[in-house]
């Protein structure tokens, strides 16, 4: 309320306390005050009552207007009396309506103060079908007002004005709002127009030529939309490809139009990493298959290096081991030797992939399809693969089980060499599995709009070509092989935050995750999901979408989580939201129509102005705080229903749980219009503390 | 798409006086009651509803006068506002007139102006 005294005080600071006005001063106030108590009592808060209350109140000086040409301006007949300077023209008034008598006595008497509002040379704030001269006229109407500060002029000449001019010239004018003016059809040359609709741009030069002195903020129709630069700039600019990807930027037409159908002013061209293409995704493809092959290969050698001592010492005569005795050695440097050469070889391919990968965004949604398709298909045989690895790991002691039994050296050297023949093995499809999975994933990676790929160099040196520069390769693949490894490739997931284009409904539609919608900053989206079947989502006729990806089952879908935040003041006209497991929350936003459903999960929202709020849940909760909705539809089976706020129509249903109300909505039957209809199958209603039993229907 | 206060100026007279025909009211209620009855599609401001009130009661259509309002009970005394005989023949004359008006917009107004 405080704040609402405070702006009251400072509108009519700059007036007179006359009993007229101080008395339109206590009326005002009082409804305001009204207003303000009631959009408390709705549930709103304190900044979003005084914010309505103020936008709601109108043009104080046109009402002071209204009221000093009541003819009640004492001040003004005197002051209006003797009055100098030179009557200029007057032409006839063109209605009657609100010419007030004191109005016309002025105008007959005196040129200078219009309407009673009393100050020569004047300060008129209304002067209708006057000419006017060095006035500071507020409103002229149907005059002509030069050099003045006039505000509102239609149908005027305000040359030189600082002024609004409707329907009128405005050459040299700072008009700020100049409609239907001169502009449309004549020059404008050195105007500094802020809102010029239908204005210049429209018949005049600015938009087949230059206007080289205006400054114009805001032009509908005007020279943004089609004259050139903007259109040559952003639309059809090609994306300066060169040798460095690095350094190069794409700008993006369509997002720059979007830009200047917004605020009319030059958007400056969007820059982005370009899009990884389906050719270099296949190359990337590719390399990663023979990286994951020498990799494993390499690795199998490594482990597997052992077998030749060993098998070389006990090899029986019959069998040429005294030939190998002295080989055993040698094979295994050997072994180890052509395993560090195949981590070489995938060192290079990681190398490769790196070179085509790094600068570049993600694959265009296309390739991204294909991609996840290719995934998709393979990944079943990966996933074979590994669990034969595993299989062949944890089975490699039953060689030795079984060889033991044969008490013999030979054999049992044996065992211990099929022992790590078949570690050796399992590792390797182990890791084949894994680092072809890791390609994939690098692949689908998702990545923030404008961003692009870096490759992890940690540690890494490959710019020499010396044998060191390979052992060091080597051993950093070494390394990264034992990440393939230990790699937990299930459920792997990335968040990612994506500033979105304006929207007005939100469609969400997917199986596991929570969903959240609440007021920020901008329109924004923040999105979780399993980095190798990431939601899918866009915006599109106003309408931001988020699904679960096509082509996967639903024992694929991950948990995804998205915050969709929305700026203050905008209304969404429709949410709708199906999900089959998780938590959907909303707080602080206005929305036209809410429809959400959680079969298994809590529905929560707060601070929220709706017209229609259907809220549902399977198996828990509906919670509803701080919010207005003119008609509310909460349900859950066997979760409680809570609703705190004011409605008009409100049902409200649970099988196993309880429903609690609490309002300040009246529900006595005083507004006809009121209704609440809460049942309950076992648990109880409560309303405003009062309980009713299992159902009840107000008013009663 | 908002109403224009320009167009409907001309005619807050005759909806404040409507409101004004059933009963008594005060400042803050018959905006309440114009929003509800337009579906909140006109919500007039407080500088315009205040301003109709002192152009209407100086020209007799209305008079006012002090009182508490019935429901609440609180002690705050509001300027209520009442028809006169005068603001009744004045409220018929502009049903009239915007009858008028309408049937001379009539022809003018497309059915479908998205179809042009």
């Known amino acids: 309320m405080e704040t609402i005294r405070d702006y009251l005080n400072n509108m009519f600071s700059k007036y007179p306390s006359t009993p007229e006005i101080l008395r339109a001063k206590n009326e005002l106030g009082q409804m305001m005050e009204d207003k303000y108590n009631e959009l408390i009592a709705e549930g709103k808060n304190k900044n979003e009552a005084i914010g309505t209350v103020i936008s709601e109140f109108g043009d104080l000086d046109e009402l002071i207007a209204d009221l000093s040409g009541s003819g009640d301006a004492s001040g003004a007949e005197t002051q209006s009396q003797g009055t100098e300077g030179k009557p200029l023209a007057v032409s006839e008034p063109v209605s009657s309506i609100d010419s007030s008598a004191a109005s016309q006595d002025v105008h007959a008497e005196t040129q200078y103060a219009q309407n009673g509002s009393g100050q020569q040379y004047t300060d008129a704030q209304q002067s209708q079908y006057e000419q006017t001269l060095y006035p500071d006229g507020q409103q002229a109407q149907y005059g002509q007002v030069q050099y003045a500060d006039a505000q509102q002029s239609l149908y005027g000449h305000a040359p030189y004005a600082d002024g609004q001019a409707q329907y009128g010239q405005a050459p040299y004018a700072d008009a700020q709002q100049s409609q239907y003016g001169q502009a449309q059809y004549g020059q404008a040359p050195y105007t500094d127009a802020q809102q010029l609709q239908y204005g210049q741009a429209q018949y005049g030069q600015p938009q087949y030529g230059q206007s080289p002195y205006a400054d114009m903020h805001q032009s509908q129709y005007a020279q943004p939309q089609y004259a050139q630069p903007q259109y040559a700039q952003t639309q059809y600019q090609e994306p300066p490809y060169g040798d460095d990807m690095f350094e190069d930027e794409y700008s993006y037409g369509a997002f720059g139009q979007y830009g200047m159908g917004y605020d009319g002013g030059y958007q400056a061209p969007v820059q982005y990493a370009p ?127 079984i060889t033991s039994g044969f008490h013999s050296r030979f054999m049992n050297d044996l065992g211990a060499a099929m022992l790590f023949g078949m570690v050796g093995l399992g590792v390797g499809l182990i890791v084949h599995s894994n680092s072809q999975k890791h390609t994939y994933q690098s ?40 990440g393939d490894l230990i790699r937990t490739a299930k459920g792997k997931s990335a968040t990612s935050s994506y500033i979105v284009e304006p929207f ?89 129509k809410t429809n959400v459903t ?81 049942a309950t199958s076992m648990g109880i209603v409560t309303v405003n503390g009062k309980k009713y039993g299992k159902s009840v229907h107000l008013p009663e | 798409m908002a109403i224009s206060s320009d167009v409907i100026r001309g005619y807050n007279d005759t909806i404040i006086l409507y409101v004004l025909l059933n009963s008594d009211s005060y400042g803050y209620e018959i905006s309440k009651e114009i929003r509800r009855l337009t579906d909140d599609k006109y919500v007039i401001k407080e500088t315009t509803l205040y301003s109709a009130f002192t152009r209407m009661e100086r020209n007799g259509y209305i008079e006012s006068f002090e009182a508490e309002p019935e429901a609440e009970g609180t002690e705050k005394r509001r300027t209520y506002y009442r028809i006169t005989d005068v603001g009744r023949s004045y409220y018929r004359e502009k049903c009239e007139e915007w009858l008028l008006t309408k049937d001379v917009m009539a022809h003018f107004i497309l059915e479908d102006p998205v179809k042009q």
């Open chain 1, 598 to 678: 959680s079969d298994m999960g809590n529905v929560t929202a707060e601070g929220v102005s709706a017209g229609i709020l259907r809220a549902n849940s399977g198996m828990g909760n509906v919670t509803v705080k701080r919010t207005g909705a003119t008609q509310s539809y909460l349900s859950s089976s066997m979760g409680n229903v809570k609703f705190d706020g004011v409605f008009q129509h409100l049902e409200a249903n649970s099988s196993m749980g309880n429903i609690d109300v609490s309002t300040q909505t009246d529900i006595s039957g005083l507004v006809p219009e009121n209704e609440a209809i809460l």
């Open chain 1, 443 to 482: 692949l689908m990676l998702p990545m923030e709009r404008g961003a692009y790929y870096t490759p992890d160099m940690s540690g890494k040196n490959r710019g020499a070509g010396s044998t060191m520069a390979g052992l060091a390769a080597g051993a950093s693949v070494m390394a990264n092989t034992a």
């Open chain 1, 275 to 401: 899009c990884l293409t389906y050719e270099e995704a296949a190359t990337i493809a590719k390399l990663g298959k023979r990286r994951a092959f020498l990799k494993a290969f390499g690795l199998l050698l490594c482990i597997t290096c052992i077998i030749w001592p060993v098998l070389g010492d006990s090899l029986p005569w019959y069998l040429g081991g005294a030939i190998f005795r002295g080989l055993g050695a040698l094979g295994m440097f050997a072994s180890i030797a052509v395993g560090v050469f195949s981590f070489i070889g995938a060192g290079n391919k990681t190398k490769q992939i790196d070179a085509i990968r790094r600068g570049k965004h993600t694959p265009d949604p296309t390739t991204m399809s294909l991609i996840q398709n290719d995934w998709l298909q393979k990944s079943s045989w990966l996933q074979t693969e590994k669990a034969l690895g595993i299989l062949s790991c944890s089975m490699c002691i039953l060689p030795t089980i």
């Open chain 1, 504 to 592: 007005s409904q939100i469609d969400v539609n997917i199986s596991r995750g929570n969903i959240e919608l609440k007021q920020g900053d901008r329109f924004s989206l923040e999105l979780t999901g399993p980095v190798d079947a990431p939601p899918v989502w866009g915006v599109q006729d106003g309408r931001l979408t988020i699904r679960n990806p096509e082509n996967v089952g639903f024992y694929k879908h991950k948990k995804i989580n998205a915050v969709i935040t929305v700026p203050a003041g905008v209304t969404i006209t429709d949410f709708t939201t199906r999900l089959k497991l998780g938590n959907i929350a909303l707080k602080d936003v206005v929305i036209e």
